[in-house]
């Protein structure tokens, strides 16, 4: 049921953002509110208190956000407020965020290598990804762990690619282990 609402809000968000012409300027608002609200886990806490009106959560969200955000975003917030919607907000922003991206053609890749990589080899990966996936842009995530001991593992939706020691190891392990000695 959150999913299904989460895509509905989102989808109308995105919608307007299309409408209107400004999908660059909402994508950059919900960017910025969602590392407000990342910044402030004591904003969810009062937004979800049972003991305060909606009439002064919306005060708050129009002291907090108004001047800093479009009045569309900030409407958007209170619409969330009004229809008991709040509590859904990260995966109404995070579903738009994912049609941005489809809209826009940006790519999201999970790298994952042993070691910290240098800004050039990072700038290589990025290039390839590029070239191989058609995409205008890349969104990169890098992360180390230790246990992968060489190569990389890069993740791009529901597509991975391992090429660590650690999975050819496993592998060989597994082909060792089928051999009958005979």
Do not use: W
């Not at 910044?39 to 969200?61: C, Q, R, S, W, Y």
């Not at 129009?62 to 709040?86: H, I, N, P, Q």
């Not at 992360?143 to 001991?149: A, F, G, K, P, Q």
């Not at 391992?162 to 282990?177: F, M, Q």
Request: aromatic fraction near 8%; glycine fraction near 6%; include cysteine.
């Amino acid at each position: 049921m959150a999913k299904l609402v989460a895509n509905t809000y989102g989808e109308a968000l995105f919608s307007l953002a299309v409408e209107e012409n400004r999908v660059d300027d909402f994508y950059a608002e919900v960017k910025a509110i969602r590392e407000i609200l990342a910044a402030n886990p004591e904003f969810d806490t009062l937004m979800n208190h049972p003991k305060i009106t909606k009439e002064e959560k919306e005060k708050v969200i129009s002291d907090v956000f108004s001047g800093r955000t479009s009045d569309e975003m900030t409407g958007f917030m209170k619409l969330l407020l009004r229809k008991e919607r709040y509590g859904d907000i990260a995966g109404i922003l995070d579903f738009f965020s994912a049609k941005v991206k489809e809209y826009k053609n940006i790519g999201v890749a999970y790298v994952t290598t042993a070691a910290a990589l240098k800004d050039t080899q990072k700038a290589s990966i990025q290039k390839k990804l590029l070239e191989t996936t058609g995409c205008k842009e890349m969104e990169m995530h890098y992360s180390v762990d230790e246990s992968l001991i060489g190569g990389v593992v890069i993740r791009i939706g529901d597509r991975v690619v391992d090429s660590s020691i650690k999975t050819k190891l496993e592998e060989l392990k597994k082909e060792l282990s089928d051999l009958q000695v005979g």
